[in-house]
């Protein structure tokens, strides 16, 4: 049987964007923070769990991983997540345009 939440098995993760598997990852690793906090404090029920958000922290490194080396691609955004990161990218890069440009004057 495998160990890990079926929320993110690897053929879900492979349906993910990385910055949707970056969130994931970065809950992942404050539940297993918590886990480790009641582990210490005799407060933990299912030790179980711990191995479970292990593996699953890992599997999500894996995929990470295997699409920085080109090993796998990084699914096409949908229509609705398209439309909020052109929104997103503009106001980053009107942003930091604007935070050159006072760097310039600045010097």
């Known amino acids: 049987m495998a160990v890990g939440t079926p929320e993110y098995s690897i053929k879900a993760l492979n349906?993910?964007?990385n910055a949707e598997i970056e969130d994931a990852l970065k809950k992942s690793k404050e539940e297993l923070f918590n886990l480790r906090f009641q582990a210490a404090?005799?407060?933990?029920?299912?030790?179980?769990?711990?191995g479970a958000v292990k593996h699953d922290i890992a599997r999500m490194y894996t995929v990470l991983r295997e699409r920085e080396l080109g090993i796998t691609k990084e699914p096409e955004e949908k229509a609705d997540d398209k439309k909020s990161s052109k929104k997103a990218s503009t106001s980053k890069k009107a942003a930091?345009?604007?935070?050159?440009?006072?760097?310039?004057?600045?010097e």
């Open 15 to 17: 349906e993910k964007t």
């Open 41 to 50: 404090t005799s407060q933990l029920t299912n030790s179980s769990r711990l």
């Open 96 to 106: 930091s345009a604007k935070k050159s440009s006072t760097t310039k004057s600045e």
